[in-house]
């Protein structure tokens, strides 16, 4: 049967509207109770396939990505459809209104490829764009809400061209489960209603309050039916057209006159930014970790480079002794301090800073600065390095935690994978819903609000066309022999950098699943106090740290970390017990 045939075949026998086939038996535990505390944690199993694995942070999304390569579909293809039915099922986190990185295998060419779909700053931004009237930073929420802080989405551009490389099936044989869902509808979930709930702007936008809120100002309730047949049309016009009708035409129009015409807080996006935007190859950062390789996404992002210098310094430790405990927490978290330190002075848009990428990833650097931590009391607050190659940079503060960015696994029956982190920032983006029936990103508050320090500019200071830092490590692991072996990566802001970090170690020196090493108490340090997660095994390390000197603060760190490892039997997967999401294949 002909590909396209099959993938409407199978999406047409789903058991009620919105469903996918095999979908009611994963959404029953999937979307039981799923409170942001790591206290609600949903308990799973590791998940287990023999041909192929998609994992992502909602069961409808795996399974649309599932059901793409049951038809024969590429990683790269699955991963496509799993975004567009995000954008539906996960709107606080990711979707056509942001921006993305994109990490891919290809198993033929035994060759990892990288591509960047940052949203990127419009021609008329200014370095002193988050100065208030007052001269001083503005508030963040102040900053985030309204048109200023929407960036130049790359998403659709970035789908398009990962297509362009590595898909199989014809592109708009993709957006078939999305179109679908958009105008069949879906259940409201859990998390979402619970979201909604705690959301206190997002009914200011009148297209967002008519979708998500009842008249009476309460969300939509859990199991509600959401239809939004306004992204069903955005969906068929870029179906149809290609990434092109999405940068220009009435769907640029729309996105222009959604971010200048907000009332308070208006940008100044044009179309020709839309037009002019473009997605860049990145070359992979990749690095050893003991017998394994460990490739991910280098600038603008500084996750892959802050995940290999924690490794690097790890690497001399004998974590497997250890096991999870106070003791490779005390580790793990110096280590995070040293590179977060390194992260702030020296990362930032490579084609706007001369980013010592290399200097800073190298071998003996690395086992230089892990020799700074002591094993019996914490830095406190560690210093930049001196990398090799290093210009003179000045501190650009740190991104908070989010809840606007989702993270996407997938394997096909080839053995190509993908990693991809995608997101609109903070939860709901800017809190403006287009016509189209999609919300837009914030992503220009990652940027420094400071432009300068001392009289000197500050390197993620806002710019024309630049990029803004970030921290999404999407991962690709490699064995002895360089075959794949795991695919990683997580939302969570700044924290994405330990929550990967935290995985890695897991399953490569602590031999968990998956399951078990996604759900693991969160922990770690960005260069401030030593962060456990509140109701998990970490927590119970914390008189233990502040014996060593550790500054200790129990936190809600909910990540979302979805993760598969490649086995002689098949796929065994992990989806963060935090959220909603489940990996499944066949």
Not at 282 to 308: H, K, N
Not at 383 to 389: I, L, S
Not at 532 to 553: D, P, Q, S, Y
Request: aromatic content about 6%.
């Amino acid at each position: 049967m002909h590909h396209f045939t099959r993938l409407i075949a199978a999406l047409a026998f789903s058991a009620a509207p919105g469903l996918l086939p095999g979908q009611a038996p994963v959404r029953a535990q999937s979307l039981a109770p799923a409170p942001e505390a790591a206290t609600g944690r949903i308990a799973k199993s590791a998940s287990q396939a023999q041909r192929f694995m998609a994992a992502a942070a909602n069961p409808l999304a795996a399974a649309a990505g599932r059901d793409v390569l049951r038809a024969g579909g590429s990683a790269t293809d699955a991963a496509i459809a799993i975004q567009l039915v995000l954008n539906l099922v996960e709107p606080q986190s990711s979707g056509i209104g942001g921006g993305a990185f994109f990490v891919y295998w290809d198993e033929a060419r035994r060759q990892v490829s990288t591509l960047d779909g940052r949203e990127t700053a419009p021609a008329a931004a200014k370095p002193e764009r988050f100065i208030g009237a007052d001269g001083k930073p503005m508030r963040f929420l102040d900053a985030v809400i309204g048109g200023r802080s929407v960036g130049v989405p790359g998403t659709v551009r970035l789908l398009e061209e990962a297509h362009k490389r590595w898909g199989r099936l014809p592109w708009a044989e993709l957006f078939a489960p999305a179109i679908r869902l958009a105008e069949d509808g879906f259940a409201v979930s859990p998390r979402l209603n619970g979201l909604l709930a705690g959301e206190k702007n997002l009914a200011r936008d009148p297209r967002a309050a008519a979708y998500f809120y009842e008249p009476d100002g309460r969300p939509k309730p859990v199991g509600a039916t959401l239809r939004n047949p306004a992204f069903a049309g955005t969906l068929r016009s870029i179906a149809e057209k290609g990434a092109g009708a999405f940068y220009e035409g009435e769907i640029a129009r729309d996105i222009v006159a959604t971010v200048t015409g907000h009332a308070a807080n208006p940008g100044d996006i044009t179309l020709a930014d839309l037009a002019g935007y473009r997605v860049e190859e990145r070359q992979p950062i990749c690095g050893p970790y003991r017998v394994y390789r460990i490739c991910g996404m280098g600038p603008p992002s500084s996750g892959a480079v802050a995940v290999q210098q924690m490794l690097g310094m790890l690497e001399s430790r004998d974590l497997a002794r250890m096991g999870p405990g106070a003791e490779a927490a005390h580790w793990f978290s110096e280590a995070g301090r040293l590179a977060f330190a390194d992260r702030a002075l020296y990362l930032a848009d490579p084609a706007f800073v001369a980013v010592p990428t290399q200097g800073l990833v190298d071998a003996d650097y690395i086992r230089a600065r892990g020799g700074l931590i002591m094993p019996g009391s914490s830095l406190g607050r560690a210093r930049a390095g001196e990398p090799p190659n290093k210009r003179a940079m000045l501190l650009s503060p740190s991104e908070g935690v989010e809840n606007g960015t989702s993270h996407i696994s997938v394997v096909d029956a080839d053995g190509n994978a993908v990693s991809m982190t995608t997101t609109i920032e903070d939860g709901f983006g800017a809190r403006l819903m287009t016509a189209g029936g999609f919300l837009l990103n914030n992503e220009l508050t990652d940027f420094s609000f400071l432009p300068q320090e001392d009289g000197k500019p500050v390197a993620n200071r806002v710019e024309p066309g630049k990029r803004p830092r970030s921290s999404m490590a999407p991962t690709l692991v490699f064995d002895a022999f360089g075959r794949l072996y795991a695919v990683v990566g997580s939302p969570g802001g700044s924290q994405i950098i330990g929550y990967v970090a935290k995985t890695l170690v897991a399953l490569l020196d602590w031999k968990m699943d998956p399951q078990a090493a996604v759900d693991l108490g969160n922990f770690g340090s960005r260069n401030g106090p030593t962060e456990l997660e509140k109701g998990t095994e970490a927590e119970g390390w914390k008189a233990a740290l502040e014996a060593r000197g550790h500054e200790v603060r129990l936190l809600e760190m909910t990540s979302g970390i979805q993760a598969i490892v490649k086995t002689p039997e098949g796929f065994v997967g992990g989806a963060d017990g935090r959220r909603e999401g489940v990996a499944i294949g066949d």
